[in-house]
């Protein structure tokens, strides 16, 4: 089983040992990653555990700005990986999350997101009406 897992976080070493470590687990099963070569001021911070994974460094637009980035290769990088599962690392209302789910639903492949926030208090009609047309069954 191939995983895809985008995330911004993973800019920083200490995030990548996640990625490590799900690799460890079973030999059947590979996770690669998407990552920004920068977020925000913090660059990219290589380790020698980067090589024993797949790890794309894709350019961002919107960079720093949470929410609102996303990432133009992404559907390239899907395509080349052609990952069974796309782990995405991202708050639900978030552009990427929109982005990386429509191309999953387009190419037929199941996506989940995860974050780190338990409550929502408002949640911005834009960001509404994506979750709507991403997540709504059809």
């Not at 991202?90 to 989940?112: C, D, G, N």
Request: contains cysteine.
């Amino acid at each position: 089983m191939r995983v895809l897992m985008i995330s911004k976080a993973c800019v920083s070493q200490s995030y990548r040992t996640k990625v490590e470590y799900l690799n460890q687990l079973d030999p059947t099963v590979e996770v690669g990653l998407v990552v920004p070569p920068k977020w925000g001021s913090l660059h990219f911070e290589p380790r020698e555990q980067d090589s024993t994974y797949p790890l794309f460094l894709s350019p961002i637009r919107l960079n720093g700005r949470n929410h609102f980035h996303f990432y133009p290769e992404l559907g390239s990088i899907i395509r080349r990986y052609r990952p069974d599962l796309l782990h995405i690392d991202e708050e639900h209302y978030s552009t990427v999350t929109f982005q990386a789910t429509r191309i999953a639903k387009r190419l037929k492949i199941p996506s989940l997101f995860l974050h780190g926030r338990t409550f929502i208090n408002v949640i911005h009609g834009l960001f509404r009406q994506w979750n709507k047309r991403s997540f709504t069954k059809r």
